[in-house]
């Protein structure tokens, strides 16, 4: 995940200066994880993930979760690469099927590996998943990908094209219509440069009693600031819904300091509970603006102003599972974005790297940004 922001900063570029926003904020609310199913009473059930790269690579490898298994398919879950036509797989194989690499036992993620197809940038590819099983009614995989809805997981370049997913029931003859919510937001490709590619999401939830805000629980995100620019901040925003009836209103807070127990530096005014409807962003801002020097470690949580309730009546934050194979460990907004969490009100926290949740800082409107003089910077802050 990579965000860039750019902000222009000549005199008199805009009429009206308009909010900068800088975080991880997918469209959430609109978004949910669909599946595709390799178990049917014959192996005539394939699923499609397509791709295409910026950049010339050499495909290695191809990584998928796995949400159900069902018996005991063991490797006879296979990927092979196709070439594109019409917008769906075509033709014979760019490279023969691979099997899985490990017995597959459980829910989780699953490689194949030994390609060695060097891929062309802009060309439009297929990672094509098929079950090889004697018995598929009886042992099958069901493939999570993202995500079903108006919002999008990772960007589509018109129908049949980009990081789409599409489905098969007569081995490959025909394929279903792709659209916007065909969007594939879990494949993740390995290179001959140890490189890789794609979004490793597994689980998208917006209702989790573990981690849910209510009682003296906070729930949040924990980041390093980029070098060179104090941010200057002027409100914070996460996506919220509501289950029950809080006593107690929504509010952000920020603390400093990546230890266990940090320091709380400031706390938004409130939203209050009435104003949730459905899941939608929740935002709230400082009395006076928080200016946050660069390479600082922050948290900034959700919290409740009684800190009464019990989980029946509780705040819940979106948040997503992803992938955290050490070989390839998924990039995060600001490099290093973890889940943060404290069952006390603050006083301690603990953080959890498999689980980012989408965030905003909203910037300030007159000075969204200050840096040092002599530094270089030309207002241009890109964050990987």
């Not at 000549?10 to 978004?31: D, K, W």
């Not at 050499?58 to 159900?68: D, H, I, P």
């Not at 197809?117 to 099958?140: C, E, F, M, R």
């Not at 953080?351 to 800082?361: A, E, H, N, Q, Y």
């Amino acid at each position: 995940m990579k965000l860039l922001l750019l902000v222009a900063i000549a005199s008199g570029l805009f009429a009206q200066r308009v909010p900068i926003v800088i975080g991880f904020t997918p469209p959430v609310p609109n978004v949910t994880m669909s599946t595709c199913n390799l178990v049917s009473a014959s192996a005539v059930n394939q699923c499609a993930y397509g791709f295409r790269l910026s950049v010339d690579k050499t495909l290695s490898a191809a990584r998928f979760y796995f949400s159900v298994v069902t018996a005991s398919p063991t490797t006879n879950i296979t990927a092979s690469l196709y070439a594109s036509a019409a917008g769906a797989p075509t033709g014979s194989p760019l490279e023969a099927a691979k099997n899985v690499s490990t017995s597959i036992s459980a829910a989780g993620w699953y490689e194949f590996t030994g390609f060695s197809t060097a891929l062309t940038k802009s060309v439009q590819y297929w990672i094509v998943l098929k079950n090889t099983d004697g018995a598929p009614q009886t042992n099958g995989v069901t493939i999570r990908s993202g995500g079903t809805g108006s919002g999008q997981i990772s960007a589509s370049q018109g129908t049949g094209a980009g990081w789409i997913k599409k489905a098969s029931t007569d081995t490959g003859a025909t394929w279903n219509a792709s659209t916007a919510s065909n969007i594939s937001g879990s494949m993740r490709l390995g290179f001959s440069d140890s490189s890789f590619d794609g979004l490793p999401i597994s689980t998208l939830t917006t209702v989790s009693t573990t981690n849910s805000v209510y009682s003296a629980r906070e729930i949040g995100v924990l980041f390093t600031t980029p070098a060179g620019p104090t941010l200057n901040v002027r409100c914070l925003s996460t996506f919220a819904s509501i289950t029950g009836t809080p006593t107690g209103d929504l509010r952000y807070r920020l603390y400093t300091g990546a230890t266990a127990t940090p320091t709380l530096t400031a706390t938004t005014d409130v939203v209050a509970n009435g104003h949730i409807i459905g899941t939608a962003y929740g935002s709230s801002c400082f009395a006076t603006v928080q200016s946050i020097p660069p390479g600082t470690a922050i948290r900034i949580v959700a919290s409740e102003t009684t800190q009464s309730d019990a989980n029946t009546d509780r705040y819940e934050i979106a948040q997503y599972t992803i992938d955290d194979t050490a070989a390839s460990k998924a990039l995060t907004p600001f490099g290093s974005t973890k889940l943060t969490l404290s069952t006390d009100g603050g006083a301690n926290f603990t953080d959890t790297d498999t689980i980012i949740i989408p965030f905003g800082l909203v910037l300030d409107q007159t000075t969204p940004f200050t840096v040092a003089a002599g530094t270089g910077q030309t207002g241009v802050v890109r964050v990987n």
